[in-house]
């Protein structure tokens, strides 16, 4: 062949004009797509720790940042970029940054826009590793931090410094699922100068955009809903243009970046996640009316039933576009009895996996007072409501009853043991 390749009318370049316009089912699917020469129709996993220059004067640019393009993939992969590029456009930012784990979307976000001597607030039920990043590690460089009930307005604003640079919180929170008035807490982080954080993993932006309700910088742990199958560990960060050049600057030298292959997994995820995300919302819904009617049961955690303390503003919060509300797939119960009920309840099941992890199409079961919370002390968690007798389950996409019938099960050894 003596005609030189020419470019191809790719599919991307013909989506591009639309893009915006597209709806967020569209854009989970299309927005980000990549393609090269070859024109495959999957987008290709670039496996590569680097990348080539012609010249070594193009080198030189790349490297001055003169000209854009690829240089090594701790912070240039065009997989890593094309998942970021469909998370902005899921949150509804303008950039994202894709990070080796939600831990470390954590950690590169304070690295990148804090330093000795500024302070953050952050709610007090949040991750416990966010938790211990900032009260130990953070604190042990010189970043203070106040922790606040999250549902307590007027404790997020008397804990506001001069040197308050970020608030943080989740909602809804784990395992109780109490539910953060976003838009309130970003108004007093605006009046401060503040910039407001939301961990938005139990509901991912296909039920909850916090930049609607004013969050500055959106993050996850896309090792839950995001892949969907239990994995591969990553996070992304979002937010905009501004905030995000320094997050990405401390990730470009800090270096928890994202595989390649984790992010080509993310990216598909992303294409089934409001489609699972409804299958394992209207179980969750179906399981958590159902449990409220057993005996054995003194109370279910879940804000899509009415009696939920926050279910009004739970509602209100979520996607103005839903065809039907969706409140998650994560819920929680009281076991009639002590700890050991509780136990008795999850030995007794058999389909669900005993774990701590959620977001997995596989339904787990796990006992927060001695896994996810084991490491707080008793006053702790009475204070955060956290009781012996509590059962977390995240629903998956098994069939409902089953998932009833394996609760039956553990309903049974729990009331059975008392007798
Ligand atoms: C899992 C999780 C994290 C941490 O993410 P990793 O990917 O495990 O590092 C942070 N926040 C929430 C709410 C989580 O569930």
Not at 135 to 149: A, C, H, M, P, Y
Request: hydrophobic fraction near 40%.
């Amino acid at each position: 062949m003596k005609e030189k390749q020419k470019p191809q009318l790719d599919r991307p370049e013909r989506l591009r004009s639309v893009l915006d316009d597209c709806r967020p089912d569209t854009l989970a699917i299309r927005a980000g797509e990549i393609r090269s020469v070859e024109g495959e129709h999957r987008d290709p996993i670039y496996a590569t720790s680097s990348f080539v220059f012609t010249t070594a004067r193009e080198a030189a640019a790349r490297f001055a940042m003169e000209e854009p393009g690829n240089i090594y993939s701790r912070f240039t992969n065009p997989t890593v970029r094309a998942f970021e590029q469909r998370m902005a456009a899921l949150e509804g930012m303008e950039r994202g940054v894709a990070t080796a784990s939600g831990m470390a979307a954590i950690l590169t976000t304070f690295m990148g826009l804090l330093q000795a001597g500024d302070h953050i607030v952050c709610s007090r039920s949040v991750f416990g590793n966010t938790h211990m990043l900032l009260n130990k590690f953070l604190r042990r460089v010189g970043i203070e931090s106040t922790f606040v009930d999250q549902k307590d307005y007027r404790a997020w604003q008397q804990a506001m410094q001069k040197n308050t640079r970020l608030a943080y919180l989740e909602t809804p929170s784990n395992p109780l699922c109490h539910v953060s008035d976003i838009q309130q807490i970003a108004d007093l982080c605006h009046e401060a100068g503040v910039k407001l954080i939301v961990d938005n993993v139990f509901l991912t932006p296909a039920l909850q955009r916090p930049v609607d309700f004013g969050a500055d910088i959106v993050l996850h742990s896309a090792t839950k809903y995001l892949d969907g199958q239990g994995r591969c560990v990553g996070g992304v960060v979002c937010g905009s243009d501004e905030v995000m050049e320094d997050v990405y600057a401390f990730l470009r030298t800090g270096g928890a970046a994202m595989s390649p292959f984790n992010a080509w997994v993310f990216q598909t995820g992303l294409e089934t996640l409001s489609l699972r995300m409804q299958a394992q919302c209207s179980r969750a819904m179906k399981l958590a009316r159902w449990l409220a009617a057993q005996d054995g049961i003194n109370i279910v955690h879940y804000p899509g039933l009415e009696s939920h303390p926050h279910h009004e503003l739970a509602s209100a919060q979520l996607r103005a576009d839903l065809e039907e509300p969706l409140y998650g797939a994560v819920l929680s119960f009281e076991v009639q009895g002590d700890q050991a009920a509780a136990w008795r309840f999850i030995d007794a099941t058999r389909v669900l996996s005993i774990t701590a992890n959620l977001g997995d199409v596989r339904s787990t079961i796990t006992h927060p007072a001695t896994t996810t919370h084991g490491k707080l002390t008793q006053e702790e968690r009475d204070s955060a409501g956290i009781r012996h007798n509590l059962v977390r389950v995240a629903v998956g996409l098994e069939d409902v009853a089953d998932i009833q019938d394996d609760l039956c099960r553990g309903l049974k050894a729990a009331m059975q043991g008392d007798a």
